[in-house]
């Protein structure tokens, strides 16, 4: 049985695959079954929400066109529903 804290560290890391996924598709739509399931971690804690914004912003300097524009869409998509989403932004 998983601890709390390695559940938690597992959590973080599915969260930064979900976002590399979504980024590094090359599609012009992000992928609707990974944004629901990036969308119910973040739900459980406000700590995803800030380590989302992380990832994004790391993803944002990226000099890739289509890496940064999914990062908006995900960034949309949160700030939507998130008031901590929209406090860090």
Do not use: P, W
Not at 10 to 31: C, I, M, N, P, W
């Amino acid at each position: 049985m998983m601890n709390q804290s390695s559940q938690f560290f597992e959590q973080e890391r599915h969260l930064k695959y979900l976002v590399h996924k979504l980024t590094h598709s090359g599609k012009a739509e992000l992928d609707a079954e990974k944004l629901k399931k990036l969308k119910k971690i973040c739900k459980s804690s406000n700590f995803y929400i800030a380590r989302l914004f992380q990832f994004l912003l790391t993803d944002f300097k990226r000099r890739h066109a289509e890496v940064r524009l999914s990062c908006f869409l995900i960034c949309n998509e949160i700030f939507l529903r998130s008031h901590c989403f929209r406090l860090l932004v």
